[in-house]
């Protein structure tokens, strides 16, 4: 049942208007294929290691606060096995 409904809509979408136009220009398959190798790509690499360098530059000037230790906040009221034994 499922790999007949895959096949029926297979079959609608590889058929569909849109996929006919672009299968019937090579130019057009051939522009896109660049756009998304010289155009996309890069964008992506540039804004990767744009978010790498300013995560780094945060990092530098970022200063942890001392650590309290607060009692309240280590409130332990079950008691454990290794205690017992």
């Known amino acids: 049942m499922a790999s007949r ?4 809509m297979m079959r609608k979408f590889s058929t569909s208007p849109a996929m ?3 299968a019937g220009n090579p130019d057009a398959v051939k ?4 756009l998304t190798y010289f ?3 890069p964008c992506c690499a540039l804004v ?4 790498y360098l300013e995560h780094q ?22 008691v454990s096995i290794q205690s017992i034994r």
């Open 5 to 8: 409904l895959g096949q029926m």
């Open 20 to 22: 006919k136009s672009s």
């Open 31 to 34: 522009l896109w294929r660049n």
């Open 39 to 41: 155009g996309a790509l």
């Open 48 to 51: 990767g290691v744009y978010v």
């Open 57 to 78: 530059a945060e990092e530098e000037h970022h200063v942890r606060p001392e650590f309290v230790k607060r009692e309240y906040l280590y409130i332990r009221n079950r």
